[in-house]
Every structure is written in C-alpha cells, then in structure tokens.
C-alpha cells in the first residue's frame, strides 16, 4: 500500500512540475514577445501583462506541492537540534498538522470565491475570473495531499523525493 501511495504522489509531483515548467517557459516567451513588441515594433501587446500575471499565481501555487515534498520551502529549524526524537516529531507533526489547516481554510474560502466570480471577466484576455481565482484552491489541495502523505508515510519513503527523484 505504502509504495502505491508513493508512486501515486510521485506521478502527481511529476505532473505537477511538468505543468509549471511549460506556464514558465510560456511566461518567458509572453514577456520576450512583449518586450520585441513593445520596443521594436513599438506597438504593444494588449493581453500579455495579463496573461502573465495569472499563469504565475498557477505556476507558484502548482510549484508549491511538490516543492514541499523535497522540503524546499524557507523553515526555521528550531527545534531540529533538539535532542528528543519524540519532541522534533511532534513538532514536525504540529507543523503539518497547521499547514493541513491553511490548506483546508484557502480551500473553503478559495472554492467559493472562484466560482462567485464566474460571471466576472478579465479585461484583456476576456476569461473569466473563476480561471485564476481556482489556482488558489487547486494549488491548496495538491499541498494538502502531499502534507497528508508526508505525515502517514515514513520519512524514509519520501527521502528519495528530497533527493531530487521525485518525478516519475
């Protein structure tokens, strides 16, 4: 059961880079092409700056997950000198314990508020606003899922995702 969880958070990670990388090289070409627009042509593009702007917030929220599973993110490691093993796991497992609640709260606002702006769209790029509103709620349930993992599993399981093999 343990190496399916594994492989399945593997998969997800792995999917989940994939996506950010091509929103990433997309935002680089979208900001090349404005700048050659903008300056040789002189003739800018109307929807880049917009376009750009929500493919970041999704590939920040969507680089998020598996970027916890490599323990990527800033941590004060305050308690990882302690001597006590059963201290620094439950304070390991306070801190996911609170990341889980973030996630689950950014879930039940976020949900709501992507889908109250349906009817609202963009200025530019004329989509509606539930578009970048959901990168908030998806981003918090893919960070949810792989906080849940790295509380159940074994620290030994996800060590190779640290190391850098997280994809699939």
């Known amino acids: 059961m343990q190496r399916t969880v ?11 880079e994939v996506v950010t990388a091509l929103l990433l090289v997309s935002v680089i070409g979208m900001n090349l092409a404005q700048v050659f627009f903008r300056y040789v042509l002189v003739d800018p ?19 998020a997950a598996p970027a916890l599973l490599r323990r990527e993110h800033m941590e004060v490691s305050l308690f990882d000198s302690v001597r006590s093993e059963a201290l620094r796991r439950a304070v390991g497992m306070l801190v996911h314990l609170c ?11 976020g949900f709501p508020a992507a889908i109250d702006n349906m009817r609202q769209v963009s200025p530019a790029i004329r989509v509606p606003m539930t578009l970048p509103y959901m990168a908030i709620p998806v981003g918090a349930v893919l960070i949810l899922i792989n906080t849940i993992c790295m509380m159940v ?6 060590a190779s995702m640290e190391d850098g093999e997280g994809a699939p």
């Open 6 to 16: 594994l492989r399945w958070v593997r998969i997800l990670a792995g999917g989940t």
């Open 45 to 63: 593009i109307s929807w880049s700056e917009e376009t750009m702007r929500y493919a970041t917030t999704w590939m920040v929220m969507l680089a």
């Open 99 to 109: 990341v889980a609640g973030f996630c689950l709260l950014l879930m039940w606002k």
């Open 153 to 158: 599993l074994p620290a030994e399981a996800l």
